[in-house]
């Protein structure tokens, strides 16, 4: 109604805006599930338009990454004129699961690291994307305690260090811990020194 009244206030007021509203996820089935308010689901649904992720159109990736070289290269002061074909391949094949923004920090990491005219993007440019949490194993039968996992750690660092617990590369220090706990572990766990 382009209209509306400030919380606490008693005038209304008049306005001429134009609300945009955007979000990755399907609004309609959000909806259905209970998870979004079907009334402001049908206030906001005015005129959808669906932008498909950037792996859909890979024809749009060598526009895309001429336009955040030249951003880049005008905010870092920085002049680069070519984009290797090697690089621009490795570019086009990735997924961008986070879409254009993954894809202009990847060139502005890529520009800072830039010390000549040509793009250097690095071998693990694109291997920064967050990894997939591997799916939890059950447990087998055999499964190890916590305290024979610890005593399998200590006693391997131990045999490393040749059963030296002070010191620079002693056990102490590779296991993380102060001298003392380290032999408080050991009797605990009825480990020492073979003979």
């Known amino acids: 109604e382009r209209e509306f009244e400030r919380v606490g206030g008693r005038d209304t007021l008049a306005v001429d805006v134009r ?44 526009l895309l990454v001429e336009h955040f070289v030249a951003k880049h290269a005008a905010k870092l002061n920085k ?28 060139i502005e990491r890529a520009m800072i690291l830039t010390t000549g005219s040509s793009l250097e993007l690095t071998p693990n440019a694109l291997a920064f994307a967050p990894e997939r949490q591997p799916v939890a194993q059950p447990l087998s039968s055999s499964a190890q305690t916590l305290e024979e996992v610890e005593r399998h750690y200590l006693q391997t660092v131990l045999e490393q260090c040749q059963w030296v617990i002070n010191g620079p590369k002693g056990a102490a220090e590779i296991a993380g811990l102060h001298p003392n706990t380290l032999r408080h572990r050991l009797q605990k766990l009825g480990l020492s020194r073979p003979e």
């Open 19 to 62: 609300l945009i509203a955007a979000t990755h996820r399907d609004l309609k089935q959000e909806v259905e599930a209970g998870r979004f308010r079907e009334d402001l689901y049908y206030r906001i649904n005015v005129f959808p338009i669906e932008l498909p992720p950037l792996r859909a159109r890979r024809e749009d990736i060598p």
């Open 79 to 106: 002049f680069v004129t070519m984009i290797p074909a090697s690089a621009m391949q490795a570019l086009c094949r990735y997924d961008w699961p986070g879409n254009i923004r993954e894809l202009e920090n990847v």
